[in-house]
């Protein structure tokens, strides 16, 4: 449930008022309450594990048959991205990043998410944890973007890519 559809304060309980758009935002009007569903958007991390000259991309069980994407996870409170973006590669593939590059940070108003993009230089086997059951490595000449959520970081590395900007993640 996204904080904007809230029913009740999680301070003190009241109903509250408001229609949860951006001009009327649910909020609490209970006497000495002052919480505002403000609805902002979650920071996920997506991160492009390379080796090889590859691009490795994952089917998440929760995803339709033959979507895959770069692997993805929330930052936890307090954490720095990049952090989680080199906790995910562990927990999800068992790799070890090597070199993590920044590629942008993207919106995903769809999921009420922004996506903060890194390419990884990554070492080791592929062992998926439970959330993933299969994985590709996609050769970096066949790598194509799409138009939706995290093909906007696929984009921005071969972007990047085309301009030298990332050549020491590539043999
Ligand atoms: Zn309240």
């Given at each position: 449930?996204?904080?904007?559809?809230?029913?009740?304060?999680?301070?003190?309980?009241?109903?509250?008022?408001?229609?949860?758009?951006?001009?009327?935002?649910?909020?609490?009007?209970?006497?000495?309450?002052?919480?505002?569903?403000?609805?902002?958007?979650?920071?996920?991390?997506a991160v492009l594990c390379i080796q090889n000259d590859a691009v490795l991309l994952a089917h998440n069980v929760t995803f339709p048959p033959g979507v895959?994407?770069?692997?993805?996870?929330?930052?936890?409170?307090?954490?720095?991205?990049?952090?989680?973006?080199?906790?995910?590669?562990?927990?999800?593939?068992?790799?070890?990043?090597?070199?993590?590059?920044?590629?942008?940070?993207?919106?995903?108003?769809?999921?009420?998410?922004?996506?903060?993009?890194?390419?990884a230089k990554v070492s080791g086997e592929v062992v998926l944890n439970e959330e993933l059951d299969s994985y590709k490595w996609v050769a970096l000449s066949k790598l194509k973007a799409w138009d939706f959520g995290t093909g906007a970081v696929v984009a921005a590395l071969l972007a990047q890519r085309a301009q030298g900007r990332l050549s020491h993640l590539f043999s």
């Open positions: 449930m996204k904080l904007q559809d809230y029913q009740f304060c999680p301070q003190c309980g009241s109903p509250l008022q408001g229609q949860g758009s951006e001009t009327d935002r649910r909020r609490c009007v209970a006497e000495g309450c002052s919480f505002v569903a403000w609805g902002n958007p979650t920071p996920v991390v895959i994407a770069p692997i993805a996870g929330f930052v936890e409170a307090g954490e720095d991205p990049a952090h989680t973006a080199k906790r995910e590669v562990m927990e999800e593939l068992s790799l070890n990043t090597e070199t993590l590059e920044l590629l942008g940070v993207f919106p995903f108003a769809h999921q009420n998410q922004v996506i903060i993009g890194y390419a």
